[in-house]
């Protein structure tokens, strides 16, 4: 439950450094980024419900375009759901945003793992 608590707050605090390059990405406050980064934290989770060999062999067959396509489709609902989060460029922004959002989070990750703030992930 931590995890996933402290999972959600690197998602609004990646959104919330994303909102300020110009890659078409608005975000009111950051409650707004709150609750965005939950619904992509959620949907995320989601995509990790299935077994380990589908999601490699979805990255494997398709040259990781239907995990792309994932990324982009959940970022896309949580602008739509969420109110204060907006794409300004639509699909465009959709997909900068979706690349953005997993390269920030990937190096605040890093840091807090470093710190020592959150385990090693386990392969």
Not at 4 to 18: F, G, Q, Y
Not at 94 to 113: D, E, M, T
């Amino acid at each position: 439950m931590v995890g996933l608590l402290i999972s959600i707050l690197v998602l609004a605090v990646s959104l919330l450094i994303i909102s300020k390059l110009p890659l078409g990405i608005d975000i009111d406050n950051p409650g707004a980024a709150l609750f965005a980064g939950a619904i992509i934290g959620l949907l995320n989770g989601l995509w990790y419900a299935f077994p380990g060999f589908i999601r490699t062999a979805s990255w494997v067959f398709t040259l990781g375009i239907v995990p792309l396509l994932g990324s982009v489709i959940v970022f896309g609902l949580a602008a739509l759901l969420t109110q204060g989060f907006r794409l300004r460029w639509g699909i465009g922004s959709a997909i900068l945003g979706a690349i953005a959002l997993a390269i920030v989070s990937s190096i605040l990750n890093a840091i807090l793992q470093a710190v020592g703030l959150l385990p090693g992930t386990v392969v």
